[in-house]
């Protein structure tokens, strides 16, 4: 006869000491409960704490690195403001020193020669700022190419070696 087909097997004692097992647990849970629902209570609260500050600490820090890049944004586009200003300064100098340099030749050649020699810093430091941002740009690329390289060369070395090895 099948074995799945057979009833399944009795209890010696016709299961009566299972039942009293049971109900024994239940009233010993009952007279348990003014323990256990507190402990409950704290464990779970407990939980709760450990959780919440996990999450507060994740927010912090994702808070502190936004804030920081923020900051430093602000810092880069005032000082690119700054120096906009200042480029826009000193060619109005120049303009006011060639017109003074008809009025008072000593003092227009003075600022007219200050304000050129401003306009030519502030043009050094555009063509400065050029080009640190076109290395930075080629720096972001190399980095990115160096980390395809790293994590994924593996692959396709692995793969083109046994296709190499499979057609010869």
Request: glycine share 14%; with cysteine.
């Amino acid at each position: 006869m099948n074995q799945n087909m057979q009833p399944p097997p009795y209890p010696e004692n016709g299961g009566k000491g299972r039942i009293w097992k049971i109900a024994a647990l239940a009233v010993l849970l009952l007279c348990a409960l003014p323990v256990l629902i507190p402990i409950s209570l704290c464990v779970a609260g407990g939980v709760l704490v450990v959780a919440l500050c996990v999450a507060g600490a994740a927010l912090a820090a994702v808070m502190c690195v936004a804030g920081g890049v923020f900051g430093l944004g602000v810092c880069v586009l005032a000082g690119l403001m700054c120096l906009a200003a200042l480029q826009i300064a000193a060619l109005a100098g120049v303009g006011f020193g060639a017109v003074l340099l008809f009025q008072a030749p000593a003092s227009g050649m003075a600022v007219l020669g200050a304000n050129l020699f401003v306009t030519g810093a502030c043009i050094l430091c555009w063509i400065a700022l050029w080009q640190l941002l076109k290395l930075l740009v080629r720096a972001f690329r190399a980095l990115v190419n160096w980390t395809r390289r790293t994590f994924f060369s593996g692959r396709r070395k692995n793969a083109g070696g046994a296709e190499g090895r499979q057609g010869s």
